[in-house]
C-alpha cells in the first residue's frame, strides 16, 4: 500500500516512516462530516470528593453531544460555562444507586449543588450548513440541518441557582433552500424559513432557592414550541 498524497518525497519515503512525519491532525467541522459522524461527544465525569467549575472555565462538546457531570460526596459548584448545542447537560451532587446495582437511584441526604451567577449552562438549538450548491441561474443553493434546544438536568437535595446564571434551552430559526411547489406543477428550490423548538429544564430537588436566574427555552420562532 501506498500513500499517495501527491508529493514525489512522501511517495518516496521508505516503508516504517511514521504518519506523524508525513500528515498532521485537522479539525474537521460537523457540516463536512458524513451524517453518521456529526454528533458530539460524550463527557462523563464521576467525582468521589467535589464537582467545581470555576469562573472563566468552559466545558463544551459539539451537537448533539453531552456533558455529566457527578459528585458522589454530595457537594457540586459551577461557576463556568457548559456548553452542549442541542444537546444535554447533567449535574448532579449526591445522586447515588442503591446497593450499587444502578437500578434505583436516590438523591444523598445534605447534598448540595450551587450554580453561581457566573454560570452558563448551555444547549440551545443549531443550525449548521452541509452543502452548497448552484442553480442553472448561477444561484447559490443552501442545504443544511436545524436542531431543537436539549436538555439541562439538575440534581441534588438542596439546590441553589443565583442571580445572574443563565440557563438556555431555546430553539433557533435559518433559512436553508428547500425542493417546494413552483405553483405551476413543478418544484424548485426556494428559500425556507426552519424554527426548531425549545428543549427541557429538568430538576429533581427537596430545597430549591431561586435568585432570578435566566430561564430560556422559547422555541425559534413564532411556529415552534416553546420548552
Known amino acids: 500500500a501506498s ?14 516512516t511514521p504518519f506523524d512525519d508525513i500528515s498532521h491532525l485537522l479539525y474537521l467541522p460537523p457540516n463536512l462530516r458524513s451524517g453518521d459522524q456529526r454528533s458530539g461527544v460524550e463527557i462523563d465525569i464521576v467525582a468521589s470528593d467535589a464537582v467545581t467549575v470555576s469562573e472563566g472555565s468552559t466545558l463544551s462538546t459539539e451537537v448533539g453531544g453531552s456533558l455529566s457531570l457527578r459528585s458522589n460526596n ?5 461557576a463556568g460555562t457548559l456548553y452542549a448545542p ?10 447515588n444507586s442503591r446497593s450499587g446495582t444502578g437500578d434505583e437511584e436516590f438523591i444523598e441526604e445534605g447534598s448540595a ?41 439538575l440534581v441534588s437535595e ?6 445572574g446564571a443563565i440557563i438556555d434551552v431555546s ?11 413552483d405553483g405551476a406543477g413543478g418544484i424548485a428550490r426556494l428559500p425556507v424559513e426552519l424554527e426548531s ?15 432570578g ?3 430560556n427555552a422559547a422555541g425559534g420562532g413564532a411556529s415552534s414550541n416553546g420548552g
Open 3 to 16: 500513500l499517495n498524497s501527491g508529493d514525489t518525497e512522501t511517495l518516496l519515503l521508505p516503508t516504517g
Open 74 to 78: 454530595g457537594t457540586g459548584v459551577v
Open 86 to 95: 442541542a444537546g444535554q447537560i447533567s449535574i448532579s451532587a449526591g445522586l
Open 113 to 153: 449543588l450551587i450554580i453561581e451567577g457566573s454560570a452558563r449552562l448551555l444547549t440551545p438549538g443549531i443550525s449548521y450548513i452541509t452543502s452548497k450548491e448552484l442553480n442553472s441561474e448561477g444561484t447559490e443553493l443552501v442545504n443544511g440541518e436545524i436542531f431543537d434546544g436539549g436538555e439541562v438536568k
Open 158 to 163: 438542596t439546590l441553589l441557582i443565583e442571580d
Open 171 to 181: 430553539g433557533t430559526s435559518t433559512v436553508f433552500d428547500l425542493p417546494v411547489s
Open 197 to 211: 423548538d425549545g428543549g427541557q429544564v429538568y430538576i429533581a430537588t427537596r430545597n430549591f432557592d431561586f435568585e
Open 213 to 215: 436566574a435566566s430561564f
